[in-house]
Nanobody, 115 residues
C-alpha cells in the first residue's frame, strides 16, 4: 500500500521560510518522478516542481526561491521554500509518478503566508 505523507506546513510571515516533507512508503522515491503541486483557494492545482533521475525542474514562479531534494535513506522528498510571499498560500501536495503513468498523491499540507 502506497502512502505519501506531507508535513511541515503552517503559518509564516512574508519573507520567511518553510520546509515541507513528503515521507513515502510502499514505493522507492528514487524510482519515481516526485513532484510538488499546490492549490490555492478557488484555483486549479498547479505544478511547483519535480525531481527525477537527479534532475529538478521548477515552475517559473518559484525558481530561485524553492528547492526540491530527496533523501534516499529516508525515502523522503523535501520542498525548501524561501522568500515566501502571500501568493504562495495554498495547500501543497506531494505526487509520485511512475514511467507507466501510475500516480500517487498525498493528502496535502496547508501553507499560509501572512503577517
Amino acid at each position: 500500500q502506497v502512502q505519501l505523507v506531507e508535513s511541515g506546513g503552517g503559518l509564516v510571515q512574508p519573507g520567511g521560510s518553510l520546509r515541507l516533507s513528503c515521507a513515502a512508503s510502499g514505493i522507492v522515491v528514487s524510482r519515481y518522478v516526485m513532484g510538488w503541486y499546490r492549490q490555492a483557494p478557488g484555483a486549479q492545482r498547479e505544478l511547483v516542481g519535480t525531481v527525477g533521475s537527479a534532475v529538478t525542474s521548477y515552475a517559473a514562479f518559484v525558481k530561485g526561491r524553492f528547492t526540491i531534494s530527496i533523501d534516499t535513506a529516508k525515502n523522503t522528498v523535501y520542498l525548501q521554500m524561501n522568500s515566501l510571499k502571500a501568493d504562495d498560500t495554498a495547500v501543497y501536495y506531494c505526487n509520485a509518478r511512475y514511467s507507466t503513468g501510475t500516480n500517487y498523491w498525498g493528502q496535502g499540507t496547508q501553507v499560509t503566508v501572512s503577517s
